[in-house]
C-alpha cells in the first residue's frame, strides 16, 4: 500500500509517500512489519507523467505546479494499493483522468475498507460522486461490493441503500433498456444484464422486477422474444418472487429444453426461488440423475452464496452428505467446500470447520483453508464496518423512511460496460 499527502507551496507539489504491506484484513494490516520494498510509483501532475522510485518507508517528492487532482498511478497499472489523504480523496477522480486510473481508485478504495483503512461510507461517496461510469469495466468495478454493502447492512437500512442503487444505475439500466439495438456495442451488451440484475435484486426496483416476471412468461411461451444474453438476468429475477407455479413451469421447460444452454438457463434461474420448499426441491434436483455431475456443484455453490438460502441449504447437504458427494468430480468437490466461506458468524465457521474435519473432500485442503480465511475475513469486516454503513445510510434517509422487509439476493453473474 501507498500512502499519499500533498500540498502546494508557491509554485510546486510536494508529496508525501510512505508504503507498508497490504493485506485484505485489518487484523493482520495492524501487525508491525518492517518491510520495505523499491516500488515504482508513476504519478501525474497535470498533464505530465513522472515516474519516481519510492524506496524507503516515507519519502517526499517534489513537483512543478500546483496539482489538486495529482494521480499516484497515473497509467493503472502500478503493483500496489493506492491510499490518498482524505482531502485528496474528496477530489477525485481528477477530471483528465482515464478509464484504467478511474477503475484502479474504485478498486484500492474498496480494498482499502476491507483493510480498515478507509471507511465504507468513503467508498459510497466516491461512487455516488462519480454516478454510473460512462466505462463498462469501471462500472463493474463500482458494483462489485454491493453484495457484500448489502450483507452488512441492518434491516433498517435496507431500503435506504436500494434507493442508493436505484439512484446510482437507474438511469444507464432505461437507457440500456431490454433489447439489444442495430449497431450496439459490445460493451453495452455484457452490461445490460448485469445492471438489470442489480437494479432488481439489490435496488429492489419494482418496475424491474415486474419486467423480468413479464418477458419470463413471455419467453416461457416463445423461446424467440428473448435476447440470449439477457435470458439468465430475466428469468433469475423473475424467480426471486415466484410461486410454485412458476417453479414448474422452469423445471417443465429445463425438462423439455432443446438444448444445453436452455437446460441450464432454467436449471439456475430455479436457484433464484425464495420458498423453504422450493430451494429444497432445487437441492433434491441437485444430486438428481436430471442433472449431470459436472452441474450439480454450481447449483449447490449458488444456493449457499445466496444469503437467503444458505443456512437451509447446508443444513439439507449435511443431512444428505452421502447423495451430495457422490456428485462431485475430482475438483468440483472443492467448489462446494470454498462456498462454505460464505458464512459469516463464528458458530457457523465452528460447524463448517467441525463438518469438513470429518466429512473430507478430496483435494480440497486449499479451498477449506481459504473457506475459513473468509469467513473469519468477513466477521471482521462487518464488526469494523456495519456501524459505519448504518450511520452513512442514515444521512441519506427521509424522515419516517419504512423499515425494509428484506435484504437483497445475489444478482446474475456478468460483466458490464458502456
Known sequence: ?????????????????????????????????????????????????????LEQKQQEFEFAGCVPELSADADGSGYYRTQYADNMLRRLPGTSWDASQRDRLVGDTWALVRAGKQSVGDYLDLIRRMGADRERVVLETELQPIPTIARLADTDDRNTLSALVRELIGARAKSLGWSPVANESDDNRQLRPVVISMLGAYGNDPETIREARRLAEQYLQDRSILDPSI???????????????????????????????????????????????????????????????????????????????????WAWMKEHWADVQARFTISSGARVVAAAGAFCDAAEKEDVESFFANHTVQASERAFGEALHSIDACIELRDQQRPNLSAWLRTLAPEGTPKASGGGAPAASSSNQN
Not at 494490516?29 to 508513476?42: E, T
Not at 417453479?247 to 429445463?254: I, P, V
Not at 432443446?258 to 430451494?279: C, I, W
Open 231 to 313: 435470458v439468465s438476468a430475466v428469468l433469475g429475477l423473475a424467480a426471486r418472487g415466484g410461486d410454485a407455479a412458476l417453479y414448474d413451469r422452469y423445471s417443465e421447460a429445463a425438462r423439455t429444453a432443446k438444448s444445453p444452454e436452455e437446460f441450464l438457463n432454467f436449471l439456475y434461474a430455479m436457484v433464484s426461488f425464495r420458498d423453504p420448499e422450493l430451494v429444497r426441491r432445487t437441492l433434491e434436483t441437485a444430486v438428481s440423475a436430471e442433472v449431470r455431475s459436472q452441474d450439480s456443484p454450481y447449483i449447490l455453490v449458488a444456493l449457499l452464496s445466496n444469503p437467503e438460502t444458505r443456512k437451509q441449504s
Open 1 to 53: 500500500m501507498v500512502s499519499i499527502r500533498s500540498h502546494c507551496t508557491g509554485k510546486k507539489t510536494t508529496v508525501d509517500a510512505s508504503q507498508q504491506r497490504f493485506y485484505l484484513q485489518k487484523s493482520l494490516m495492524d501487525l508491525p512489519s518492517s518491510q520495505v520494498w523499491a516500488i515504482p510509483v508513476c504519478f501525474e501532475v497535470g498533464a505530465a507523467k513522472d515516474c519516481r522510485l
